[in-house]
T-cell receptor, first 113, second 116 residues
Framework: AQSVSQHNHHVILSEAASLELGCNYS??????LFWYVQYPGQHLQLLLK??????LVKGIKGFEAEFIKSKFSFNLRKPSVQWSDTAEYFC???????????FGAGTRLTVKP | GAVVSQHPSWVICKSGTSVKIECRSL??????MFWYRQFPKQSLMLMAT?????????EQGVEKDKFLINHASLTLSTLTVTSAHPEDSSFYIC????????????FGEGSRLTVL
């Protein structure tokens, strides 16, 4: 089965700082990639997803992610974070055309006002 | 949007009792639902895949007799933790797919189980 690694467990930033969260996956075939966010006390919400085409994907709330196939990576970025971005971020992967979703360990982002 | 709701949000039970958690898709039919377990500060671990009208498919290492899954309708799947023990205390999350492959799963709020 596919697996996902998120190397940053806890990231602390000040408002307006730039953000990049790492995500690497392992799978022998074609994959679809996702970033989910979990705000405190809330359910998981989809930030963005990559299926095919332009490897630079733009999502909600100013987030974007770039799929680099050669590096098996799908890093999440945001140019300027806000206090309201404080949350847990999960990278996830499914095999192409399959709903079997596997998650990374998550990265907790704390944005200081 | 597609809404998935879990009930209860949290439950405390005594060791040895059974607890049922419901996962409902409120505004769409979910042919497939997934159950995850999340330990503190850890990722979501897929426990089983639940297909309406058929037996659930469990991930390796997940006890079928311990975690009973029923997907009796297109809008409801249930997870029953049987003879719960303190080590079963965890956050249980379900997700649902509309059908086919759309690439998006819709998640419930999660249910926190504490076994005393």
């Amino acid at each position: 089965a596919q697996s996902v690694s998120q190397h940053n467990h806890h990231v602390i930033l000040s408002e307006a700082a730039s953000l990049e969260l790492g995500c690497n996956y392992s799978y022998g075939g074609t994959v679809n990639l996702f970033w989910y966010v979990q705000y405190p006390g809330q359910h998981l919400q989809l930030l963005l997803k990559y299926f095919s085409g332009d490897p630079l994907v733009k999502g909600i709330k100013g987030f974007e992610a770039e799929f680099i196939k050669s590096k098996f990576s799908f890093n999440l970025r945001k140019p300027s974070v806000q206090w309201s971005d404080t949350a847990e971020y999960f990278c996830a992967v499914t095999p192409y055309n399959n709903n079997d979703m596997r998650f990374g360990a998550g990265t907790r982002l704390t944005v200081k006002p | 949007g597609a809404v998935v709701s879990q009930h209860p949000s949290w439950v405390i039970c005594k060791s040895g009792t059974s607890v049922k958690i419901e996962c409902r898709s409120l505004d769409f039919q979910a042919t497939t639902m997934f159950w995850y377990r999340q330990f503190p500060k850890q990722s979501l671990m897929l426990m089983a895949t639940s297909n309406e009208g058929s037996k659930a498919t469990y991930e390796q290492g997940v006890e079928k007799d311990k975690f009973l899954i029923n997907h009796a309708s297109l809008t409801l799947s249930t997870l029953t933790v049987t003879s719960a023990h303190p080590e079963d205390s965890s956050f249980y999350i379900c997700s649902a797919s509309r059908g086919g492959y759309t690439g998006e799963l819709f998640f419930g709020e999660g249910s926190r189980l504490t076994v005393l």
